[in-house]
C-alpha cells in the first residue's frame, strides 16, 4: 500500500516543483579581449669563438717541444737528431779462390834409341843417317820428312816406324807418337826389347798428353818384357 501511495504522490511533487521555478534566460556572450603581442626582444649577435693558439715553448737541453698549430697553417718540423750523411756501398770482397787440386808431377820417361836392324837395305840406312843428322842438328821437320821416305821403301820396317814415333814427340806431337809407337809395337813381333821402348814411348806421349794413369800402365806394360 505504501509503495501505491508513493507513486501517486511523487509525480505532483515534480510538477510542483517545476511550476515554482522560472525559465533562466541564456548568458549573454562576453567579447574576448585580445591583448597585441609584443615584439621579442632583438637576440644579442653570437661571439666569435677563436682557437685557442698554443705558445711555443722553448726546447729544453734534453728533450724538444713542438708548437701545435691549426690544421690551415703549414707547420715545420725541426730534426733533433744530427744529420747522417750516406755513404756510398761497398761491394762485399770475394773470397779467395779455391786453388784447382794439381795433379802431382810425373817425370818424364826415357824414350831411348833402336838399333837398324841388319838386312835393311843401303838406301833406307842412307835415308836414316840423313834423318840422324837433321835431327841432330835441331832440323825435325827434314828428319821427319827423310824417315817417312824410308818408310816408303820399307812400310813393314818396326824400327823406321818406331824412330818416326820418337821424332814426333820430340815435335810435341803426343798423339801422332803414341800411335806410331802402338804400330811399332805390333810390329815388332818377337822382338822384345823393342816392344818395350815401343811402350816406354807410349807412357811418356800419354804423359805428355796428361792421362797419368795410362801412362803408369805403359809403364807396367813395358816393364813385363824382359827383351834387351
Do not use: H
Amino acid at each position: 500500500m505504501k509503495n501505491k501511495a508513493l507513486l501517486v504522490v511523487l509525480p505532483v511533487l515534480l510538477l510542483a516543483a517545476g511550476c515554482s521555478t522560472s525559465p533562466e534566460q541564456p548568458p549573454k556572450p562576453v567579447a574576448k579581449v585580445v591583448k597585441p603581442k609584443q615584439p621579442l626582444p632583438p637576440r644579442p649577435p653570437a661571439k666569435k669563438v677563436v682557437p685557442p693558439v698554443a705558445k711555443k715553448s722553448v726546447p729544453s737541453a734534453g728533450n724538444a717541444t713542438y708548437a701545435i698549430d691549426d690544421a690551415k697553417t703549414n707547420f715545420k718540423v725541426e730534426p733533433t737528431l744530427p744529420s747522417f750523411r750516406a755513404e756510398p756501398l761497398v761491394p762485399p770482397v770475394d773470397a779467395a779462390p779455391v786453388p784447382a787440386p794439381v795433379a802431382p808431377e810425373v817425370p818424364a820417361f826415357t824414350v831411348e834409341e833402336a838399333r837398324i836392324p841388319s838386312g835393311t837395305s843401303p838406301a833406307v840406312v842412307a835415308l836414316l843417317t840423313e834423318a840422324d843428322r837433321n835431327r841432330t842438328a835441331g832440323d825435325l821437320d827434314a828428319a821427319v820428312v827423310s824417315t817417312e821416305r824410308a818408310l816408303r821403301i820399307d812400310s813393314r820396317n818396326p824400327t823406321l816406324t818406331y824412330k818416326l814415333a820418337q821424332l814426333r814427340i820430340k815435335q810435341n806431337k803426343p798423339q801422332q807418337a803414341e800411335e806410331l809407337a802402338g804400330k811399332a809395337a805390333l810390329l815388332a813381333g818377337g822382338d822384345l826389347d823393342l816392344k818395350r821402348k815401343s811402350w816406354m814411348l807410349i807412357a811418356e806421349a800419354r804423359r805428355v798428353q796428361g792421362n797419368i794413369e795410362g801412362a803408369k800402365e805403359a809403364k807396367a806394360k813395358a816393364e813385363s818384357f824382359f827383351g834387351r
